[in-house]
């Protein structure tokens, strides 16, 4: 089984800034793209930003220019840098991998969630 943990979320005022992070353990052989979503309430799911294994990114054009995917391939982390933050950024914020484990399965793992909410 593989598990992914998000941290980082919380309250930041408009034009804020936050970090999250999202660390994928368990029975990894490789992790190809790791991305980031958002549900704000009411509304879909919706894919913000991608990174593939190379450091390939692609963001949503709500996001160019303000948020900021990384990863750390020896961590099995991935991060989402937020700037100049918007209260419709507010939502869930989910990270997922698309992982390979040891009896070279591949799907696609989800983490648990983490509340950004953007208020004055």
């Known amino acids: 089984q593989v598990q992914l943990v998000e941290s980082g979320g919380g309250l930041v005022q408009p034009g804020g800034s936050l970090r999250l992070s999202c660390a994928a353990s368990?029975?990894?052989?490789?992790?190809?793209?790791m991305n980031w979503h958002r549900q704000a309430p009411g509304t879909q799911r919706e894919l913000v930003t991608t990174i593939t294994s190379s450091g390939t990114t692609n963001y949503a054009d709500s996001v160019k220019g303000r948020f900021t995917i990384s990863r750390d391939n020896a961590k099995n982390t991935v991060y989402l840098e937020m700037r100049s933050m918007k209260p419709e950024d507010t939502a869930v914020y989910y990270c997922?991998?698309?992982?390979?484990?040891?009896?070279?399965?591949?799907?696609?793992?989800w983490g648990q969630g983490t509340q950004v909410t953007i208020s004055s």
């Open positions: 997922s991998a698309v992982v390979s484990d040891y009896r070279g399965s591949i799907k696609t793992y």
């Open positions: 368990g029975a990894i052989r490789e992790i190809y793209s």
